[in-house]
């Protein structure tokens, strides 16, 4: 005699939506551009000097990049000087910011979350994947949170096996 059963993915049949943060991580290079590197002796911005060192920046390096200008030095550099190395890599590259590589990652999500359209989320029960391969700032898990819940009927943090409920509309 044998028996019918089934076995029921029970995760599955909850309706359950997973939501994977690092889905919207822009894809492409990050490069840095330390304005040390065009000081003189690396302390002291002479304008003849820096604007010879700018000119010798290839901005095809640049190309379909996301940069990150910063300044290693303790040296005062006037705002002019960012403008400068902006303007000569500006066409080619994709996004240009002042800041570190955290600082771009923190722009690069806020835009990727920004223009995300979470319509196929609505009122959907929400589960916001806990791990990724991708490095994540902090802070795109509280915009996503500012985005989602006006929308879903519950959010949820974690793996579907153990996850943290957030809140529930």
Known sequence: MSEDFEIKN???DSGLV?????ALVPKGRRLGID???FLFEGMILKEKDFRDKVATVNPEEYRD???YIYNSAEAIVPLWAYFLITAKITDLARKIVYGNREDLEVLLMHNAIQTYDFT???HKRVLVKGCSDES???????ELVEQL????KSLMFGE??????????
């Open 18 to 22: 997973n939501f994977d943060l690092s």
């Open 136 to 142: 994540i700032p902090e802070n795109a898990y509280i």
């Open 65 to 67: 990049s996301y940069v």
């Open 149 to 152: 819940k006006p929308i879903v």
């Open 120 to 122: 196929e989320l609505m």
């Open 10 to 12: 029970k995760i599955a």
């Open 160 to 169: 579907a096996c153990s996850n943290v409920p957030i809140f529930k509309n």
């Open 35 to 37: 304005l040390k590197d």
